[in-house]
């Protein structure tokens, strides 16, 4: 019996991202069907359909659900029109993985919750970062108590960018808030902001530094800084006597994404690129070919997804917090 995939947007990260992940989820599960892909350019719409082998493009997104019946959608929309299809496609009753974030505010998000449980509908909201193989290996790694045996003492996690000017840099940011809620394992209980504003560079444009204290203790430090000299995206993690530095991109700097773990200043393991087993292709090292096959091999098991619409409220919440430029956020 077929397994039939519908996806909806055929922007850049549909093209760079998904699309090769599915057709590397179909080379693996062989009962695949891509049915159709929609977008409201007709051009670019067609050509996705015959960069990717699905079946039909569409420009109306009830059209293709009604004509294609597929067994799981993905919504690969910018956040201003997210809400709005994500919640037509759900009320529709059909399996839905949002990329990131599933909207800008709390309302928008709990909207979409009642849609869900009003169909019972299994979806998943795609936050790569956790999907990425290094990342997994990090929370692997503290899961199972090593290198020391020790609790988490702090993480920073920094993320910057070069001439980001975005207006509106919450819904980047959010990628850094989720980051360090999967790598502690914890929610957010206090945070305080502090923002260093560049009115010169444009409206909004601003450091974000946040002092957070998680759930189970964990202090954590996030600097996120939009325009700078380097793109970087890093955690480091220390325990007692052991720190874990995970650079997430490659840069100048780094020839190679990588996991060092450090112990008493000597260091004692080194993970790279290539040596996981999805971790050869930007698609796979950035966390989307497995946010896709964990989705997809969910509904094809019956499971619900673990991170879905509830799941990630926390991390809008904290985005918008930065989008109002509130002082503190506390749970």
């Known amino acids: 019996m077929s397994f039939k995939i519908c996806s909806v947007g055929c922007g850049y990260i549909a093209n760079a991202m998904h699309g090769p ?8 599960n062989c009962d695949t069907v891509f049915a159709g ?7 670019r719409s067609k050509e996705f359909k015959e960069k990717f082998g699905f079946l039909e493009h569409f420009t109306d997104l009830n059209g293709m659900l009604d004509r294609c019946r597929p067994d799981a959608v993905c919504l690969l929309s910018p956040v201003h029109v997210t809400p709005v299809l994500a919640g037509r496609i759900l009320e529709m ?12 505010t709390k309302e928008e ?26 990342s997994r290996k990090l929370r692997e790694l503290l899961e199972a108590g090593y290198p020391s045996g020790h609790v988490i003492q702090s993480l920073q996690y920094d993320m910057f960018r070069v001439n980001r000017l975005d207006e509106d840099f919450s819904t980047t940011a959010i990628h850094a808030i989720d980051a360090v809620r999967f790598i502690t394992g914890s929610d957010y209980r206090h945070i305080t902001f502090v923002y260093h504003e560049y009115p010169q560079l444009g409206a909004n444009i601003a450091d974000i530094h946040m ?13 996120i800084c939009p325009a ?18 995970l650079d997430y991109m490659k840069n100048e700097l780094n020839t190679s994404s990588k996991l060092i773990s450090v112990e008493k200043n000597k260091i004692t393991q080194v993970f790279g690129e290539h040596q996981m087993p999805d971790d050869s292709q930007p698609f796979e090292k950035e966390g989307f070919y497995y946010e896709n096959k964990i989705f997809f091999d969910d509904i094809r098991a019956g499971r619900r997804p673990a991170m879905d619409l509830q799941a990630s ?8 917090c930065i989008r109002k430029r509130l002082p503190a956020y506390t749970a």
Do not use: W
């Not at 480091?236 to 874990?244: G, P």
């Open 313 to 320: 409220l926390q991390s809008v919440e904290v985005a918008d």
């Open 211 to 223: 002092l957070c204290t998680m759930s189970n203790g964990i202090v954590a430090q996030l600097n």
């Open 37 to 43: 892909c929609c977008d409201t350019d007709a051009g």
């Open 21 to 28: 992940s599915y057709l590397k989820y179909r080379t693996e």
């Open 109 to 134: 998000v709990v909207g979409l919750m009642k849609a869900a449980a009003g169909k019972k509908v299994p979806h998943m909201v795609a936050f790569n970062r956790r999907f990425a193989p290094l």
């Open 228 to 245: 700078t000299g380097i793109c970087i995206e890093r955690a480091v993690v220390n325990l007692r006597d052991s720190t874990l530095f």
């Open 93 to 104: 009753g059909y399996p839905l993985l949002l990329e990131k974030p599933p909207g800008h």
